[in-house]
């Protein structure tokens, strides 16, 4: 893992800038889509790029067996990493703004302790690195402020974000053991046409009864290209080389960038407490990694009296 600890903020970073813009395009696909039809056609767009690259690294009938032979972990991941965290993010957007549901959803790497604790313990988080998700989460409290506007249905929104959150962090400790054993991009492919397909027959069940505005639509293409399709191939690559608790601590930079997009983009005001809450976020992340550690810590693993 250590040979691999300079590219890690790299890859964190950009998958916290496209998910981070996710949010975004989430909130203006569900004005004209409802959310099962967006999402599916979401992870079905997704997943003929992947499919595509596939096929041009190892040749069609390859591509087809390796998607054929995962297909029992692409149902798995298609519905706990997809199609149910998905769409109950979509679904919550309906009620809350990005931003909150940005902050809603930096609850994974708390799911991911506590689910670690009984089904992979070699995650579990002590020391610092706990200390750094419980500061990281003080800043997300921090950048949150106050509680969403809008009243109980802003209340079951950003509650199902956190069920998402829930969902993702199994996820992600299951996709962290399948990539031991199967490439990162045949999982990402076979998840999202599992997850598409799972969820095609309810959105065409609620097909708009109108022509989507051409925003929504852009934001479909947008969040489908990138916040799908090239988010897995990062993503399916950190947990291989990460595991899942850091992996899911990008949940913590999502908030920080959304609040960006919304001040450039729809004219958002950034305070006082986003930029203390960012900062706390940032050393949160910094030190519930396991990347930067205390120079004690770092002394005692020189001299080889820490394992």
Avoid at 281 to 306: D, H, N
């Amino acid at each position: 893992m250590r040979r691999h600890a300079h590219s890690y903020f790299p890859l964190l970073l950009a998958l916290a800038a496209i998910w981070g813009a996710s949010y975004l395009f989430i909130k203006v696909g569900v004005r004209d889509f409802a959310p099962t039809t967006f999402i599916a056609l979401r992870m079905l767009i997704a997943a003929v790029p992947l499919f595509v690259l596939l096929c041009l690294r190892t040749g069609v009938r390859r591509a087809v067996a390796d998607v054929r032979d995962s297909g029992r972990d692409g149902l798995v991941l298609g519905l706990i990493n997809g199609a149910i965290p998905f769409t109950l993010i979509a679904w919550g957007e309906k009620h809350i703004d990005s931003g909150v549901a940005a902050i809603a959803n930096s609850t994974v790497p708390i799911f991911v302790a506590l689910l670690a604790i009984k089904f992979r313990p070699t995650e579990r988080a002590s020391g610092f690195r706990l200390v750094g998700i419980l500061l990281g989460l003080l800043g997300v409290g921090v950048l949150a402020g106050v509680q969403p506007e809008g009243g109980m249905w802003a209340v079951f929104g950003t509650l199902a974000v956190v069920l998402a959150s829930l969902s993702y962090a199994a996820g992600g400790l299951y996709g962290q053991w399948r990539t031991a054993h199967a490439p990162g991009p045949v999982l990402a492919t076979t998840n999202l046409i599992c997850g598409g397909l799972i969820l095609l027959p309810f959105g065409l069940a609620q097909l708009p009864d109108h022509m989507p505005g051409w925003k929504p639509i852009a934001s479909l293409l947008a969040l489908a290209l990138l916040g799908t399709a090239l988010a897995q191939l990062i993503m399916f690559r950190m947990l291989r080389l990460y595991g899942a608790a850091r992996t899911s601590l990008v949940t913590y930079l999502m908030p920080g960038f959304a609040v960006f997009y919304g001040a450039v983009f729809l004219g958002e005001s950034i305070t006082a407490a986003s930029i203390a809450g960012f900062v706390l976020i940032l050393v949160g992340v910094a030190l519930g990694s396991g990347v930067v550690r205390p120079w004690w810590r770092r002394r005692e693993e020189a001299v080889g009296t820490v394992p």
